[in-house]
């Protein structure tokens, strides 16, 4: 907790750290702070830090806060979140890796429902 209604949330990471355009969970996070120092503390808070720390990464700190200009990365997360809260609500929850080469190593790609996420070679994925 800081000063003046004001928190900062830090998630570690043992692997690398999402960038701030595919951020979900810091941003869930965020939100759940919030409400907890709401319901505890009273008053409304605000985020003043968000980050990822990552272990044993060169770029272990990656911060994802909105910038002067740019979109709010913390609020496009927490759409992200509610459309696929909505997606899984109306039985729809398709996969979507961030890249399509992961699939080629996945341990899940028998089970996967890869035509979701375009063409595979589905003996190269497993």
Request: proline share 5%; glycine share 10%; aromatic share 8%.
């Given at each position: 907790?800081?000063?003046?209604?004001?928190f900062r949330v830090i998630d570690y990471?043992?692997?690398?750290?999402?960038?701030?355009?595919?951020?979900?969970?810091?941003?869930?996070?965020?939100?759940?702070?919030?409400?907890?120092?709401?319901?505890?503390?009273?008053?409304?808070?605000?985020?003043?830090?968000?980050?990822?720390?990552?272990f044993g990464r060169r770029d272990a700190?990656?911060?994802?806060?909105?910038?002067?200009?740019?979109?709010?990365?913390?609020?496009?997360?927490?759409?992200?979140?509610?459309?696929?809260?909505?997606?899984?609500?109306?039985?729809?929850?398709?996969?979507?890796?961030?890249?399509?080469?992961?699939?080629?190593?996945?341990?899940?790609?028998?089970?996967?429902?890869?035509?979701?996420?375009?063409?595979?070679?589905?003996?190269?994925?497993?």
């Amino acid at each position: 907790l800081l000063d003046g209604h004001r928190f900062r949330v830090i998630d570690y990471k043992l692997g690398r750290a999402d960038s701030a355009t595919r951020s979900i969970q810091l941003p869930a996070y965020v939100v759940a702070a919030a409400a907890q120092l709401a319901a505890r503390h009273g008053g409304r808070w605000e985020v003043a830090e968000a980050l990822y720390l990552a272990f044993g990464r060169r770029d272990a700190v990656r911060t994802v806060m909105p910038r002067a200009g740019a979109t709010d990365p913390l609020r496009d997360g927490q759409a992200r979140m509610l459309d696929a809260v909505g997606g899984i609500d109306r039985g729809e929850f398709p996969p979507r890796p961030s890249s399509l080469a992961i699939c080629r190593h996945c341990g899940y790609a028998r089970l996967c429902r890869k035509e979701y996420v375009g063409d595979i070679d589905a003996d190269a994925a497993v």
